[in-house]
């Protein structure tokens, strides 16, 4: 089964971790996201410590192709976030029950 997290679920759980109040938390989440969007629309890269980074890159127009009927059509340029992960959180997805657990979901 494939579970999302969302940001109610994250500031729920921060609530209960932290036994701050659940409008508090949220509060301090939305905040949080914003100022990240805020960076990000700015270009500037966002670094989590011991989570990993997002940065803002350029695509370069390109040509795709639809697999259904194989007609090409250009693809615009645009910009992007890329995630990058940390070394913690790359060794952290590495045990085999997580591996296991991801296989099951595939």
């Given at each position: 089964?494939?579970?999302?997290?969302?940001?109610?679920?994250?500031?729920?759980?921060?609530?209960?971790r932290t036994g701050i109040s659940p409008a508090d938390t949220a509060a301090i989440c939305d905040a949080m996201f914003d100022l990240i969007g805020e960076a990000l629309m700015r270009a500037e890269?966002?670094?989590?410590?011991?989570?990993?980074?997002?940065?803002?890159?350029?695509?370069a127009e390109r040509v795709g192709r639809n697999p259904r009927t194989g007609t090409e059509h250009r693809i615009s340029p645009r910009h992007t976030v890329v995630f990058t992960p940390?070394?913690?959180?790359?060794?952290?997805?590495?045990?085999?029950?997580?591996a296991d657990k991801i296989r099951e979901r595939a």
């Open positions: 089964m494939n579970e999302t997290i969302t940001r109610a679920k994250l500031s729920k759980a921060a609530s209960r890269t966002v670094k989590l410590t011991a989570f990993g980074s997002l940065q803002v890159r350029s695509r940390s070394a913690q959180l790359r060794e952290a997805l590495t045990p085999p029950e997580l």
